[in-house]
């Protein structure tokens, strides 16, 4: 019995092709930076759903359980996919929570890389550090992203001065946006398939 090898080849060369394509990330913050609306608005943008869930309301798709939609806060990690310039990026929103710590490193085991989400006007805080050290001891390409750029009382400048100082994030490196309008949102998303690497090991 004879076996063409050259359609298995193929296969292998689509499975490989594919995981190039493929980008694995959390988003990690502290609490109330943002973290879920960053992911309905990927969601929007990207084709996935046609209407932004607000947090506050009860209707983001990402927290699914009855106490996240009354608190309009995240207690377990939630997964969802979205296609961009031709790579698919699987994305985990984590919780906020310093009590849920074990729940974010787990979930930050399945990636290659994280969005290290910071409020443009409270800047680092204690959970910003925990969860920027959390990605650092899984070895992931950490990208740091300034959410609520459109308030009037931003402070831009200064957060990245701080993410600096505290973190050791080089300034330049700090993207901003604002997951609530929309402004500045492709960038990011343009920045993962950029810094994050591809999954490791066999297809």
């Known amino acids: 019995m004879t076996t063409d090898t050259r359609g298995q080849a193929a296969s292998v060369s689509k499975e490989e092709a594919a995981i ?4 694995n990330i959390g988003i990690i913050a502290h609490i109330d930076a943002g973290k879920t609306t960053v992911s309905e608005r990927v969601l929007f943008i990207t084709g996935r759903s046609h209407k932004i869930g607000e947090v506050h309301d009860g209707e983001a798709t990402m927290d699914y359980l009855e106490e996240e939609q009354k608190r309009g806060i995240t207690i377990t ?11 698919q990026i699987n994305i985990i929103d984590t919780p906020g929570h310093v009590d849920v710590q074990y729940e974010v490193s787990r979930s930050l085991s399945c990636c290659e890389g994280a969005i290290l989400l910071v409020d ?7 959970q910003t550090v925990a969860n920027a050290y959390n990605a650092i001891e899984h070895d992931l390409e950490i990208v740091p992203v300034m959410n609520k750029i459109d308030l009037n009382h931003a402070r831009p400048e200064e957060v990245k001065q701080e993410m600096n100082q505290t973190l ?8 901003g ?4 309008t929309g402004l500045h949102c492709a960038e990011v998303l343009d ?6 690497p591809p999954p490791q090991g066999d297809p």
């Open 177 to 180: 946006c604002s997951a609530k």
């Open 120 to 126: 443009a006007f409270q800047g680092v805080e204690a």
């Open 191 to 196: 920045a993962i398939i950029d810094r994050v």
């Open 20 to 23: 190039r394509k493929t980008r």
């Open 77 to 87: 990690s939630a997964a969802t996919y979205a296609t961009w310039k031709d790579h």
């Open 168 to 175: 050791g994030i080089n300034p330049d490196e700090v993207l």
